[in-house]
């Protein structure tokens, strides 16, 4: 079974800085999709970024990138520059391709911004 | 487009009663994903429906159900509520099953309380 692991229960930053959070997967497949999503305190879960896994490229919204190592199952998101607005819960998920193709999540990240 | 909708946002219950949560998707999107998320447990898949049917189903026990309807409209059905159903339930809606659509957008959530 696919499993998701962030092993930073509780990451801070200071505003205009930049934070990286972790994120390793286990899984046997060669081909899926990865995510991040966001939770602030209203509890809606927004979507940040995703990655396909047979793209080597990174990718990048914004002040948001990811790197993606897929030997070493990694995921790693940087928040550049960042703000008030981004202190939040943050999940990286994982979604197979073939099979169950629900998303299997890691047990979040708590962002917080210092002003 | 309206996002994902989730009805009611806030539901107490007590223990043995029943609860219907229903979830209203993305217009066009087919698929709707259903999701628990609890502080000791995290988030964990209940089940998914595209086209009216279940395709996937999560390890909960049976008094966990859903159906989905012609317009895509979801519903999620806990008989017997005992204390550990507290949690907040998301759903999340994608344009399709397969494919390059499987980015799944969520709604707010409904916060349930069983005492």
């Known amino acids: 079974a696919q499993t998701v692991t962030q092993s930073q229960p509780e990451m801070s930053v200071q505003e205009a800085e930049t934070v990286t959070l972790s994120c390793t997967y286990d899984t046997s497949e060669s081909d899926y999709y990865l995510f991040w999503y966001k939770q602030p305190p209203s509890r809606q879960m927004i979507l940040v970024i995703r990655?396909?896994?047979?793209?080597?490229q990174n990718a990048t919204e914004n002040r948001f990138s990811v790197n993606f190592q897929k030997a070493a199952k990694s995921f790693s998101l940087k928040i550049s520059d960042s703000q008030l607005g981004d202190a939040a819960m943050y999940f990286c998920a994982y979604r197979a391709i073939q099979g169950a193709q629900k998303l299997v999540f890691g047990q979040g990240t708590r962002l917080t911004i210092n002003p | 487009k309206a996002g994902v909708t989730q009805t009611p946002r806030y539901l107490i219950k007590t223990r043995g009663q029943q609860v219907t949560l229903s979830c209203s998707p993305i217009s066009g999107h087919r698929s709707v994903s259903w999701y628990q998320q609890t502080p000791g447990q995290g988030l964990q898949f209940l089940f998914e429906?595209?086209?009216?049917?279940?395709?996937n189903k999560g390890n909960f026990p049976g008094r966990f159900s859903g159906r989905q309807f012609s317009n895509s409209r979801s519903e999620m059905n806990v008989s017997t509520l005992e204390l550990g159903d507290s949690a907040l339930y998301l759903c999340?809606?994608?344009?399709?099953?397969?494919?390059?659509?499987?980015?799944?957008?969520f709604g707010p959530g409904t916060r349930l309380l069983v005492l």
């Open positions: 990655q396909e896994a047979y793209k080597q």
């Open positions: 429906y595209f086209s009216e049917t279940q395709r």
């Open positions: 999340a809606s994608s344009l399709d099953f397969t494919g390059t659509q499987e980015t799944q957008y």
